[in-house]
Nanobody, 128 residues
């Protein structure tokens, strides 16, 4: 049974930093691309960042480039999202997602439909 459990979300003021974590179990983590998505009230879920199974490839939505950093620790089956210079528009429910690549060689995707497993989300609220 695959489980992705996010943590680290909280309420902060604009300009603050925050680190989200996602602990995975039941999935071949070291052979899975991982991603963070977010969904604000009344909006569709949007891609935030992705990282390849080896950690060598990353991608970001333009609105977070230079402020957010995705990383992973395959020894701990955990993916992180370091967020800095947070803005009120970053307020959302942040989801972790896994795409078990296995032996296929393709870069981490940005579409939610490419990810098979999802966590329950962790809320980030940024006040102005």
């Amino acid at each position: 049974q695959v489980q992705l459990v996010e943590s680290g979300g909280t309420m902060v003021q604009a300009g603050a930093s925050l680190r989200l974590s996602c602990a995975a179990s039941g999935v071949m983590f070291s052979r899975s691309h991982m991603a963070w998505f977010r969904q604000a009230p009344g909006k569709e879920r949007e891609f935030v960042a992705a990282i390849g199974w080896s950690g060598g490839r990353t991608s970001y939505v333009d609105s977070v480039k230079g402020r957010f950093t995705i990383s992973r620790d395959n020894g701990k089956n955990t993916v992180y999202l370091q967020m800095s210079s947070l803005k009120p528009e970053d307020t959302a429910l942040y989801y972790c997602a896994a795409d078990p690549v296995g032996t296929f060689a393709y870069p981490p995707r940005t579409s939610s439909s490419q990810y098979d497993y999802w966590g329950q989300g962790t809320q980030v609220t940024v006040s102005s």
